[in-house]
């Protein structure tokens, strides 16, 4: 299970800029360079927890390492295709298979319990849930 200074670590190995400073929109985002290398940007100041900054990191770790970019004129399917890409690599390494299911079969069964337990947010917890119980990364948001 990865947590935040195991993921600095990961883009410093695999040469993965990854920088601080203040997006207007997103609290991260990446982009692949001319050179083919991928850059990171952080926004902390629109983050309020470390499982938050973990998340978002991960996230962009996993368009860097499956190299799935787009651009403001893709289409939507091909966006969303990028993003499951990116966040079924981030759930791999932030809630992986073996440990998800023994924390539930140790009594973890709500989706705070396991945020907690992985140290991710609510959010991506539900993203992990449903894809290791339906194989895919949809979910209800109401439910």
Avoid at 19 to 28: A, G, K, R
Avoid at 50 to 73: M, N, R
Wanted: some cysteine; overall charge negative; hydrophobic content about 35%.
């Amino acid at each position: 299970m990865a947590d935040l200074l195991y993921l600095y670590k990961y883009a410093e190995k695999h040469h993965i800029d990854v920088d601080w400073f203040s997006l207007p929109v997103t609290p991260s985002l990446s982009v692949k360079l001319p050179d083919n290398s991928c850059a990171i940007g952080i926004d902390p100041w629109k983050m309020e927890t470390i499982a938050e900054e973990t998340v978002c990191l991960a996230h962009e770790l996993g368009h860097c390492e499956t190299d799935s970019f787009y651009d403001p004129t893709t289409g939507l399917p091909v966006k969303q295709k990028c993003e499951n890409r990116a966040d079924r690599w981030a759930i791999q390494r932030l809630v992986p298979r073996r440990e998800f299911f023994r924390a539930v079969e140790s009594g973890c069964t709500e989706v705070w319990q396991l945020a907690d337990y992985f140290n991710v947010t609510e959010e991506f917890m539900r993203k992990a849930m449903c894809y290791y119980t339906n194989g895919n990364l949809a979910y209800n948001l109401y439910s």
